[in-house]
């Protein structure tokens, strides 16, 4: 039988954010091993924890969906270091997380833990949003600001809109347009606050409505810088994600973005990281 835990992440109640299930001794299981757990929790994700083989790597990770291995673990490394930290396999502060070949850096806590990216984001304006919006329920007329494709790794298409827009937003499901854009970022930024309230539909990667995506909440730093609604000197600022209120799972992402000459150069993403569920499985063809 494996231990594994479940929690919630990016909220500091239960049940609410984006649950993730994590698997802290993981060495063992092969791949259908890990397919077989990731069906039987029925999660977006679930973690499990692996040696690393890269140098400079404190732990590795791989990250299953009910469907088959994601190679990215950037969203789940909140909730796999704070499991980590709470069982005592991991020492609370920095640390680097190795997944699918990328190394990420994550300042690990008990409570809740902060994901680092740098590099240049892609920033793509060169796209039509009609069909997207349409598959929103939407038309270039709820459009307040300009769309990108954007994202630090993984790219988000993010479309600004008002917060009536954001409110009346519904995915359809079926739309052909989601086979080319797996992803749609509705944003409606209020600068007074630095908040931005999110909706991720993300029918192409198989979920309906993300109530809690840290991936995107990153990309939008770039997306903020390139909009100028942040200043335009150099230095680090800060901005909130508010998302999962319409699907009834609030999340809040606390994020920062650097800025070098008016572009974004790095973004953090930090969450609370809420216990949920703990146990133990058996594993298929074991006693």
Known sequence: MIAYEIVDMFTATPHGGCALGVVPDAAELSTADMLAVARETALTETAFVVPPRLPGSTYGVRVMTPAGESPFGGHSAVGTASVLVRAGRLVAGE??????????????????????????????????????????????????????????????????????????????????????????????????????????????YGMPEDPACASAALGLGAWLAREKALPGTDGRYSYQVRQGEDIGRPATLSCTVDLAEGRATAATVHGRVTATASGRMTLPGRP
Request: charged letters at 15%; aromatic letters at 6%.
């Open 95 to 204: 640390a680097v997380q190795e997944c699918g070949g990328r190394q990420l850096a994550v300042t690990a806590g008990a409570d809740g833990s902060t994901l680092r990216v740098a590099g240049e984001p892609l920033l793509h304006p060169e796209w039509d949003p009609g069909p997207l919006l349409a598959a929103c329920g939407l038309t270039d007329a709820d459009l307040a600001g300009t769309p990108h494709l954007t994202g630090f790794g993984p790219a988000f298409h993010v479309l600004p809109v008002d917060s009536e827009a954001l409110a009346r937003a519904s995915a359809h499901l079926t739309d052909p347009v989601w086979a080319d854009c797996a992803d749609a970022v509705l944003v409606a930024w209020d600068p007074a606050s630095g908040t931005a309230h999110v909706r991720v539909f993300a029918p192409g």
